[in-house]
């Protein structure tokens, strides 16, 4: 092979499509046009003022240096803390890795638990890098479909159909990226016992667990009375609007979390020091600012799902949590714009972005084809000027 040859890997790996339109946003928009985006998957706030004064003093005090590999020792207890209060769970801190941001994490715990030959449920919608995370770790997944109108609850005689021998864990994500649905203890409970029955593990992204907006969230491993094996990732990115700070952390069986440390520590060696040091703050003190978002994402949710469900043709089921709704657009498919066909979401989705100057993202890279997904996480001006634009360039498809 020649030194201008790529890995194998590098071609299997998909390029992430949800980029793709920020970067097409954003040639837009250097260009001097005007462009909505409702495509973002990151809180519009600014992280709160205690967070930042925490990770200024940590700069001020000197705290730049390499912090222990999986994360230091003051987080980790104060994680465990955390859990054991909002979560009614029991960790110690050896069960707790701290890694850049939970895509790590979850990008780990696929390296470590799953290897050539394997196969891991992915349930459809999936957030996009679920199957890349698989696939990086030579497994193969397998999709299984999930019920709309039930907040897109796995489909379970699809789910059981689908487990054979080489069958070796499922990836689960609730509140869910891209539909925003938020599963039922029952659903929860339901996987559980099929993957204890099975001798599975279970990876549980929970990133977006303080965005439920109906109810009160239940962690997995809360449920969890069939001692299943469950591996929990969580994230401060979008519960306290870090995205950029990058810190993320991984509960679970000692011996995993031990594993997923070392290879943590050859490829990244530690966290963000001063990020740390900013987690810290942001689990120990005022959680008034979290309520605060929730809240306000909340008022979103109700505004965008109102205009969605006035659109004709459209279906919108109305999401538990986190900051998306996911609405069904099939009734725009096959219609026609200056002889060009919507002959699917990627199609529709330029379109909406070269006529209505409005950023969405296609369903179909998230393995739900006709559906569309729009962020709330911007302002309802935002939200009312952006829905209004989609809709007369909708008008002009015949």
């Given at each position: 092979?020649?030194?201008?040859?790529?890995?194998?890997?590098?071609?299997?790996?998909?390029?992430?499509?949800?980029?793709?339109?920020?970067?097409?946003?954003?040639?837009?928009?250097?260009?001097?046009?005007?462009?909505?985006?409702?495509?973002?998957?990151?809180?519009?706030?600014?992280?709160?003022?205690?967070?930042?004064?925490?990770?200024?003093?940590?700069?001020?005090?000197?705290?730049?240096?390499?912090?222990?590999?999986?994360?230091?020792?003051?987080?980790?207890?104060?994680?465990?803390?955390?859990?054991?209060?909002?979560?009614?769970?029991?960790?110690?801190?050896?069960?707790?890795?701290?890694?850049?941001?939970?895509?790590?994490?979850?990008?780990?715990?696929?390296?470590?638990?799953?290897?050539?030959?394997?196969?891991?449920?992915?349930?459809?919608?999936?957030?996009?890098?679920?199957?890349?995370?698989?696939?990086?770790?030579?497994?193969?997944?397998?999709?299984?479909?999930?019920?709309?109108?039930?907040?897109?609850?796995?489909?379970?005689?699809?789910?059981?159909?689908?487990?054979?021998?080489?069958?070796?864990?499922?990836?689960?994500?609730?509140?869910?990226?891209?539909?925003?649905?938020?599963?039922?203890?029952n659903a929860i409970n339901k996987i559980l016992d099929i993957s204890k029955q099975n001798n599975l593990i279970?990876?549980?992204?929970?990133?977006?667990?303080?965005?439920?907006?109906?109810?009160?969230?239940?962690?997995?491993?809360?449920?969890?009375?069939?001692?299943?094996?469950?591996?929990?990732?969580?994230?401060?990115?979008?519960?306290?609007?870090?995205?950029?700070?990058?810190?993320?952390?991984?509960?679970?069986?000692?011996?995993?979390?031990?594993?997923?440390?070392?290879?943590?520590?050859?490829?990244?060696?530690?966290?963000?020091?001063?990020?740390?040091?900013?987690?810290?703050?942001?689990?120990?003190?005022?959680?008034?600012?979290?309520?605060?978002?929730?809240?306000?994402?909340?008022?979103?949710?109700?505004?965008?799902?109102?205009?969605?469900?006035?659109?004709?043709?459209?279906?919108?089921?109305?999401?538990?949590?986190?900051?998306?709704?996911?609405?069904?657009?099939?009734?725009?498919?096959?219609?026609?714009?200056?002889?060009?066909?919507?002959?699917?979401?990627?199609?529709?989705?330029?379109?909406?972005?070269?006529?209505?100057?409005?950023?969405?993202?296609?369903?179909?890279?998230?393995?739900?084809?006709?559906?569309?997904?729009?962020?709330?996480?911007?302002?309802?001006?935002?939200?009312?000027?952006?829905?209004?634009?989609?809709?007369?360039?909708?008008?002009?498809?015949?």
């Amino acid at each position: 092979m020649s030194a201008l040859e790529f890995s194998d890997r590098v071609h299997r790996v998909n390029p992430s499509f949800t980029l793709e339109m920020t970067s097409r946003a954003a040639d837009l928009r250097s260009k001097g046009i005007d462009v909505i985006n409702l495509s973002v998957g990151e809180p519009d706030f600014n992280t709160p003022e205690h967070i930042i004064q925490a990770g200024k003093e940590a700069m001020d005090e000197g705290f730049t240096k390499y912090t222990a590999g999986s994360g230091m020792i003051e987080l980790r207890r104060a994680i465990c803390e955390k859990l054991l209060v909002e979560n009614g769970l029991t960790f110690t801190p050896d069960q707790v890795l701290v890694s850049n941001g939970e895509k790590q994490s979850l990008y780990t715990a696929c390296q470590v638990l799953f290897d050539r030959g394997d196969e891991v449920i992915v349930f459809s919608p999936y957030w996009v890098s679920f199957p890349e995370f698989v696939r990086l770790a030579d497994a193969e997944s397998v999709i299984v479909s999930t019920e709309p109108n039930s907040q897109f609850e796995p489909n379970f005689n699809e789910l059981i159909s689908k487990i054979n021998s080489k069958t070796k864990g499922m990836i689960i994500n609730s509140p869910s990226n891209p539909t925003g649905g938020v599963w039922s203890n029952n659903a929860i409970n339901k996987i559980l016992d099929i993957s204890k029955q099975n001798n599975l593990i279970v990876i549980s992204d929970e990133c977006y667990e303080k965005l439920v907006f109906d109810g009160q969230y239940v962690s997995t491993e809360k449920l969890n009375n069939y001692n299943t094996e469950v591996l929990t990732c969580m994230s401060l990115s979008k519960t306290y609007a870090m995205t950029g700070w990058r810190i993320g952390y991984t509960v679970g069986n000692h011996n995993i979390i031990g594993a997923m440390s070392k290879l943590q520590g050859q490829t990244t060696s530690c966290a963000n020091s001063i990020g740390q040091k900013a987690a810290i703050a942001a689990l120990t003190g005022d959680q008034k600012c979290v309520e605060n978002m929730r809240n306000k994402y909340k008022e979103r949710r109700d505004l965008m799902i109102g205009l969605l469900k006035e659109i004709k043709g459209v279906n919108c089921a109305v999401p538990g949590g986190a900051f998306y709704a996911f609405p069904d657009f099939s009734y725009y498919l096959g219609k026609n714009y200056n002889g060009e066909k919507m002959n699917d979401s990627f199609k529709l989705c330029d379109y909406i972005l070269d006529v209505a100057k409005v950023v969405t993202v296609p369903g179909d890279g998230f393995g739900a084809p006709g559906h569309i997904r729009f962020s709330y996480a911007v302002s309802k001006d935002t939200i009312r000027k952006g829905i209004d634009r989609v809709v007369k360039a909708l008008n002009e498809l015949n």
